[in-house]
């Protein structure tokens, strides 16, 4: 849904095929609020999905990382670029039993996948030539983008990292379960997928492409691991991180608002601001994400925060601006006229 009301109104990218099974037989202007061109699309089942690559330059794959994994070959083969947002081509085959919970069927073409985050990893470069591209999660991108300045301007260790993330409902999907209901979720907050969660090696694995030593490694047996905690907002969208961190001495919490500052310069998604300034309202609808940062030299501790919309740059919008960057735009465009709002 985000996907296509980003695209409708991208000036490079023209939108022309649209898979839902529930939604198979209408046009996108019956159940979506889209416009022009993009409103009179058809949607087809899934059965059609593979005839519907042909004569496309690009498809983003937002199914579960299973189904992923199914339709990226035959879309290749067929010369489409892939961007795929699931979870299916972001981590080593040897991760996948553990932390997906089966074992990657196409460990060849996993090893060819690209995954670029723009503002963090260091290959933003691979994308041009990339035939598949791995859009990270949205719990990785806040998380890592709450760490990151901290880490590259020497603020804390790199070992010991804590992240306790909170993310509203739209996380889960849309799917229809007693545990989303509205019953279940007003007025309540909880942790989900203790010690268990599936982004915790995918956070690390960002961490490691980013130049950070002294993380651990994809299958987390390298360097010290991230302690990560999700949790459930009663909310509809949007994800708060705050990230914890052994202050390296002789820092101050000056020089963690200045990693911040820096961190942020010549990166055109990313925003400074206070830490009780880095809020959901000042994110939802947009591609930006605001960072903040504190410290106290007293107990040897800083604080990274990230708020983020986990539909758009934690979904849609990241995987929009990494196909900008596939095919040579500047990586804002269709992007930076995304609103938001405040009350």
């Known amino acids: 849904m985000e996907l296509a009301r980003i695209l409708a109104r991208h000036p490079g990218f023209r939108l022309t095929a649209a898979i839902s099974d529930k939604w198979a037989g209408r046009v996108l202007g019956e159940v979506l609020p889209l416009s022009g061109p993009a409103a009179a699309v058809r949607c087809e089942g899934q059965a059609s999905a593979t ?23 035959p879309a290749i083969a067929a010369g489409v670029r892939v961007v795929d947002l699931s979870g299916g081509f972001r981590l080593a085959a040897g991760a996948y039993p553990r932390w997906y919970g089966f074992t990657h069927p196409n460990p060849e073409l996993l090893a060819k996948a690209v995954y670029v985050m723009p503002e963090a990893t260091e290959n933003r470069s691979a994308l041009r030539t990339a035939a598949l591209v791995s859009n990270p999660g949205c719990y990785p991108t806040a998380s890592a983008l709450a760490l990151l300045p901290l880490l590259k301007a020497d603020i804390i260790e790199p070992a010991g990292l804590i992240v306790d993330a909170k993310s509203g409902t739209t996380g889960a999907g849309r799917k229809g379960t007693e545990d989303f209901s509205f019953s279940e979720l007003e007025g309540d907050f909880r942790a989900y997928r203790v010690l268990k969660h599936q982004h915790t090696p995918e956070i690390e694995r960002v961490l490691q492409m980013a130049g950070v030593a002294g993380v651990a490694g994809v299958a987390g047996v390298d360097g010290s691991p991230v302690t990560f905690t999700a949790h459930l907002l009663p909310t509809r969208r949007g994800i708060l991180a705050t ?93 930076d006229g995304l609103s938001g709002h405040m009350p």
């Open 243 to 335: 990230a914890y961190g052994r202050l390296r001495p002789g820092r101050s919490a000056a020089d963690a608002a200045a990693a911040v500052r820096a961190f942020v310069e010549s990166r055109p998604f990313l925003r400074a601001a206070a830490p009780d300034a880095v809020r959901l309202q000042a994110v939802v609808g947009t591609n930006r994400a605001v960072l903040g940062a504190d410290a106290d030299p007293d107990r040897a501790v800083a604080i990274g925060f990230c708020a983020i919309d986990n539909l758009v740059k934690g979904a849609a919008g990241q995987a929009v601006q990494n196909a900008n960057l596939m095919f040579g735009w500047d990586e804002a465009s269709g992007l």
């Open 51 to 73: 005839s519907s690559f042909a004569g496309v330059d690009v498809v983003f794959l937002c199914t579960p990382p299973e189904v992923s994994i199914a339709l990226a070959a």
